[in-house]
């Protein structure tokens, strides 16, 4: 539908029965229509929504300015992508300089100096940028398409550049129209994990079937402290599957940074699968659970520190190795938990299928779980 020919013809007798209608105004492509809702927020919304989401809007309800009065906010939303998303392209180039950077100095073992006399070496890094960027854009686009499918406005993805040790904090994508109802806001959810972890399995099965890097003696003879990024259950699994090792005796060989990749996929289906806030996690709960996941999600930052607490108090561990990761992304979770997930207009139950497919989501997520996924080491 053109935006143009929906401005023209806003529902407004959809209003009527639960809205005393007083002055219609523009605010560039916004319809503001001012009045007195005669019902509660949320049945205001679920009653007019669908014939406002047929007509090619978005509504919400606020207050004027002014106070005294009820303001229903429509907004046309414009299907697929409006001209071309600039700051998509940017990101993702940005994304692809950092991660191949990144790879080439720490994954590939490619001398800085190197690098700065000759800026192409970082090319030797791309089946690592290949492998991170496609596990991650996967994932979003898994959100992107099913959407999409359900009629949600919704960006493209955004990846987010960033330093060591991966060149990229991951992507995101931003849920710009309301959800129709909890079956839409649980197959959003769950697309983006359950698309991602096929691609990691698969970016983990392409790295282990490939020839191990050289690991440059200067570096082993040097010794001193190393990271380590520890394997991940499913890690294991696909390994074992293939008859392929995950680790060598020679100190000079390591597998081959592809299968980083896959790590990258594994660590970050964990902490999208976190049941709090817009998390993916907090998306599917919601959906599961109705409002009974504000419950879940106050849990969840507890759980958390005590993780870090253990590590730190009872296994010994470090703020590097760990510990600082889960207190972090239990500050992190308990900061979002309070603006919650999306609000669905029919909170309907999903239903029997449904909810079997979110356990089953969760347990595969459970197999890329970690207590320790990073400790450091003495060479």
Not at 68 to 84: L, Q, S
Not at 103 to 126: D, T
Not at 138 to 159: I, K, N, Q
Not at 167 to 194: E, S
Request: proline share 8%.
């Amino acid at each position: 539908m053109d935006p143009g020919d929906s401005e023209e013809r806003p529902p407004v007798e959809a209003l009527r029965s639960v809205f005393t209608l007083r002055e219609t105004r523009r605010d560039g492509e916004h319809v503001l229509f001012y009045g007195e809702s005669l019902v509660p927020e949320r049945m205001l919304v679920r009653e007019v929504w669908p014939a406002f989401r047929d007509a090619g809007y978005e509504i919400h309800v606020t207050n004027a300015p002014s106070g005294g009065e009820d303001v229903v906010v429509a907004r046309p939303v414009t299907p697929g992508v409006d001209g071309v998303p600039w700051k998509n392209v940017a990101l993702f180039l940005a994304t692809v300089v950092s991660t191949m950077l990144v790879g080439a100095l720490m994954w590939y073992h490619v001398p800085f100096a190197e690098i700065r006399a000759n800026p192409l070496a970082v090319l030797r890094a791309w089946p690592f940028t290949a492998a991170v960027l496609g596990v991650l854009t996967t994932h979003e686009l898994g959100h992107y398409v099913a959407s999409r499918y359900h009629g949600v406005d919704v960006s493209l993805p955004y990846l987010v550049p960033f330093i060591f040790p991966f060149g990229t904090m991951g992507a995101i994508i931003q849920m710009r129209g309301q959800m129709p109802d909890r079956k839409a806001l649980f197959d959003i959810g769950v697309a983006g994990p359950l698309a991602g972890l096929v691609a990691t399995v698969v970016v983990t099965a392409v790295g282990l079937s490939l020839a191990p890097v050289s690991v440059p003696e200067s570096l082993v003879r040097e010794g001193g402290r190393v990271i380590v990024f520890n394997n991940p259950p499913l890690l294991d699994l696909i390994a074992a599957a293939l008859n392929r090792p995950t680790e060598y005796t020679d100190p000079t060989m390591a597998v081959h940074p592809v299968v980083i990749g896959g790590w990258v996929g594994m660590f970050f289906t964990v902490l999208n699968l976190l049941p709090v806030g817009q998390l993916d996690g907090g998306h599917i709960v919601r959906a599961m659970f109705g409002e009974a996941q504000e419950r879940i999600a106050a849990v969840v930052p507890l759980v958390l520190f005590g993780l870090a607490a253990y590590l730190h108090y009872v296994r010994q561990y470090t703020l590097n190795e760990s510990v600082g990761l889960w207190a972090f992304w239990g500050l992190l979770s308990l900061a979002i938990a309070y603006r919650g997930p999306a609000n669905p207009v029919d909170d309907s139950p999903i239903g029997t299928p449904r909810m079997a497919l979110g356990v089953l989501t969760f347990a595969f997520g459970a197999l890329c779980f970690l207590l320790v996924p990073i400790e450091i080491t003495t060479l």
